[in-house]
């Protein structure tokens, strides 16, 4: 079995079988524990019969932490220089978030009843995962998160996704830890190359608001009805 789907933490809806699946990634340097809260703090209508997963990335080195040894999807040299990206821990870990994705369809969950979504590089994975995953998924919530190996974006996405994939982009607008620009960059390519992107900020830092998850909320009841 996948080492994600082992280490990860499985919620499923009360009393009832999941017919929808939230694969949700956290941030780096955290855990699945950071964001296990979150369907009760969504607190979906109890038709949306939700299964939600929260997978805790390996452990490698980030250099941009002084090389330390911590939780991460992939390594990060600067967030302000994006030309030396770690493409083999980011597709390492896309492969990983897809194979979670199989799991889900081997379960019974049909591929558009999956949801991807994350936290700062967790919403990076989450992002670049769902735009190429070559089955159309349910949508993508990113938050606080960035594209990675965005100049290659366009020979890689799925493209039968374009204009029908649903993307929900959060930043806060004095993030000093992913900068708010990227963010915007991001929303910028994906709406070039043809996406409809549900944007919003909010007058935070590098963290979660209530108004934010009470977005989230009203954008997958909406996506859900």
Known sequence: MNQLALNSIIIEPKGTT??????????????????????????LPA????????PNAPLRAVTINNGLKMPAWFDIESLTNLDNEDANGICDSQTKIEEL????????????????????????????????????????????????????????????????????????????????????KSKSILEELGYHINWHTYHMAHQVSLQEIQDIQRWLIKQLS
């Open 18 to 43: 999941a017919e929808y699946a939230m694969i949700w990634m956290h941030g780096l340097g955290a855990s699945a524990h950071d964001f296990a809260q979150l369907p009760s703090d969504l607190n």
């Open 47 to 54: 038709q949306i019969k939700m299964r939600f997963i929260f």
């Open 101 to 184: 994705i199989t799991q889900q369809i081997d379960q019974g969950i049909k591929a558009d009843h999956i949801f991807l979504g994350g936290f700062s590089q967790g919403g990076a994975i989450a992002l670049l995962t769902g735009l190429k995953y070559e089955k159309r998924l349910a949508g993508i919530i990113s938050l606080s998160g960035y594209l990675p190996l965005a100049h290659s974006a366009e020979k890689h996405i799925y493209e039968k996704n374009i204009s029908k994939l649903p993307i929900f982009l959060g930043h806060g607008t004095i993030d000093s830890v992913v900068p708010i620009l990227l963010g915007e």
